[in-house]
């Protein structure tokens, strides 16, 4: 069953896997099935990134602007939103990769992946500190914690934390020739080793970060129904916010680890027909991941009444200023004319 297994090769210290391409079924025509969609698929980044550029641009003015930022919870809230802008940044480049292939060069493949790195860590890290906040506050609510008032540290240490995990993908990422398109370039990992070891050091960050915000909100349940007081409404919105960052890192994940095993030379997972659905399964479980930047600002706007009569003020605001002035510039051509 010699056409049914993914043959492995390095050279130069690149790891391509790949079915000869004499073979009627390679795994390069199963990512090629995606052309009739790419154009669907390169509307969707577009609208992902438009909505997660006013969501989370919004947000960040209603919190500078409406919010005490020495909160805790706005302070979370704020960086967890910048952490979205940023990630941001780095998807039409690609979108772009989906019809052109790599046309940015080394330089810009790292540093897409460096955000989309940063991104993932700093978001989930964010979404783990507001779960400990709401844990410490329903749970421990006379603890130096909640008495902390030096915000500025707490986000500082996710932030370099977040970024230090992202030097890996960082170093071992370029733009890479296809082995059966050499005019083509991929933005990959360089090495199987290194593929490996961002894939499982993001999966056992994810698991870490879970299991430290599934405690959280199981102390928090059980204080709520020892103590039979009401739920907060900053309590739903963070767990909201954490179910939804679940659904939409989790299949990745998953998926990246399960590729791994192609690597490891496991049979099962070695044949082209698993191979060819993990590949299908990368590109929408990633298309997935990206859309996971414009989601938090819906969830705070549409689950805070304090942030929807905030950005109504916002809008009147600048609504009422552009009347203003359009009456102020009709006047002048008013008496300019007479």
Known sequence: MEND?????????????????????????AVIKFDPIVLSIFIFMFIVVLLSLIGNILVLVILGLYED???LTNCFMFNLALSDLIFTLGIPFWA????????????????????????????????????????????????????????????????VLSCSAALPDTLF??????????????????SVKASVSVAYEQNIFLVVAFSVMSF??????????????????TLRLVFCMVVVSFVRWAPYNIV??????????????????????????????????FSHCYVNPVIYIFASTKIR??????????????????????????????
């Open 5 to 29: 297994t993914i043959y492995e090769y390095e050279d130069n210290y690149y790891y391509y896997s790949y079915i000869p391409v004499d073979d009627e079924s390679s795994p390069q025509e």
């Open 69 to 71: 930022l020495k909160s």
């Open 96 to 159: 772009c990769s989906y019809i052109w292939s790599w046309i940015f060069g080394d330089f810009m493949c790292r540093s897409v992946n460096f955000v989309f790195s940063v991104g993932f860590h700093s978001s989930i890290a964010f979404l783990m500190l507001m779960s400990l906040e709401c844990y410490v506050a329903v749970a421990h609510p006379l603890s130096v914690w909640t008495k902390c008032h030096s915000s500025a540290v707490i986000p500082i240490i996710a932030w």
């Open 173 to 190: 990422s370029e733009a890479i020739k296809d082995p059966t398109e050499p005019d083509t370039l991929n933005c990959e990992l360089n």
């Open 216 to 233: 959280c909100f199981i102390g928090i349940l059980l204080t709520i129904f020892k103590a039979q007081t009401k739920k907060d409404r």
């Open 256 to 289: 990246i680890f399960l590729q791994t095993l192609n690597h490891h030379q496991i049979e099962f997972f070695t044949q082209y027909s698993v191979f060819a659905q993990l590949n299908y399964a990368f590109h929408i479980c990633r298309l997935l991941a």
């Open 309 to 338: 009569n905030h950005l109504k003020a916002l809008l009147q605001k600048m609504f009422q200023r552009q009347m203003n002035t359009e009456f102020y510039q009709a006047e002048i051509y008013s008496d300019s004319s007479m």
